[in-house]
């Protein structure tokens, strides 16, 4: 007598399992619509975008949304200096390329300065907006969230997230 393949049955079962998962926070979503995800080999600075590729799109014109107009400023519990690995906060070298101070109105990286132009909407657990950067003779726009918990905080953008702990 031939038995019953209870493979495939059980591999529907599985996938279905897999898809019904909760989501986790490791993927932010960012109120432009791109989703950004944790990557892989990612450059530990913020670097001008190549010559070759398209610049990133910011509409002109944005519902619901705040223009920097000073009155605008990165909320104090994001400020401070934040590095990728515990060196980045302590070097006396220059060389701390994972380090990134946060003001009220700027992240400065190791190559580049971001300055707040337009403060977007996020989940009440979330700062996001839209920074013009400059460095390495370049110039620059890019949708940043940042995210804290507790001294972690993470920093996403369409090329992908980046954590950081608070420097002492």
């Known amino acids: ?3 019953p393949n209870l493979a495939l049955p059980v591999l529907l079962a599985l996938a279905l399992a897999a898809c019904q998962q909760p ?11 791109v989703n950004a995800a944790e ?11 190549s ?9 002109n014109s944005m519902e619901g949304t705040q223009t920097a107009s000073g009155n605008e400023l990165i909320p104090a519990q994001y400020r401070g200096r934040w590095g990728m690995v515990a060196a980045d906060c ?28 337009e403060q977007r ?17 370049q110039t620059w726009e890019r949708v940043m969230t940042l ?6 905080l993470r920093r996403a953008d369409e090329e992908g997230s980046f954590n950081y702990t608070r420097c002492a």
Request: aromatic share 6%; net charge negative; charged share 20%.
């Open 1 to 3: 007598m031939k038995q």
């Open 23 to 33: 989501a986790d926070d490791s993927n932010i979503t960012i109120d432009n619509g």
């Open 39 to 49: 990557a892989a080999n990612a450059d530990i600075e913020t670097l001008p975008p």
């Open 51 to 59: 010559e070759t590729s398209a610049p990133a799109s910011v509409p």
């Open 90 to 117: 302590t070097s006396t070298r220059g060389d701390a390329k994972g380090l990134i101070t946060i003001g009220e109105g700027t992240v400065k990286f190791y190559e580049s300065l971001a300055t707040l132009k």
């Open 121 to 137: 909407p996020a989940i009440t657990t979330s700062f996001s907006g839209r920074f013009g950067f400059t460095g390495e003779g």
């Open 147 to 152: 995210t804290r918990t507790g001294e972690t």
